[in-house]
């Protein structure tokens, strides 16, 4: 592994874990990306990757007839 990637990666796993917490707050993604200094797309694809994360737990074998957006 090259000097530091493992730093850089650390730090986007922080980054990704504050995102989350903002997520489950409501916090909308764009005041996110600005907050956290991501682009809009990356804060979007995150949140859809906390979204599925979050079905599969609610709804382990995809038997829930709702969504989080319900």
């Given at each position: 592994?090259?000097?530091?990637?493992g730093r850089?990666?650390?730090?986007?796993?922080?980054?990704?874990?504050?995102?989350?917490?903002?997520?489950?707050?409501?916090?909308?993604?764009?005041?996110?990306?600005?907050?956290?200094?991501?682009?809009?797309?990356?804060?979007?694809?995150?949140?859809?990757?906390?979204?599925?994360?979050?079905?599969?737990?609610?709804?382990p074998r995809?038997?829930?007839?709702?969504?989080?957006?319900?």
């Amino acid at each position: 592994m090259r000097k530091g990637v493992g730093r850089r990666l650390e730090n986007l796993r922080v980054v990704r874990l504050e995102a989350a917490k903002r997520f489950e707050a409501g916090t909308g993604t764009g005041q996110i990306a600005a907050e956290l200094r991501l682009s809009d797309r990356s804060a979007r694809r995150w949140r859809a990757a906390w979204r599925r994360v979050v079905l599969r737990r609610w709804c382990p074998r995809g038997r829930c007839r709702w969504s989080l957006n319900d």
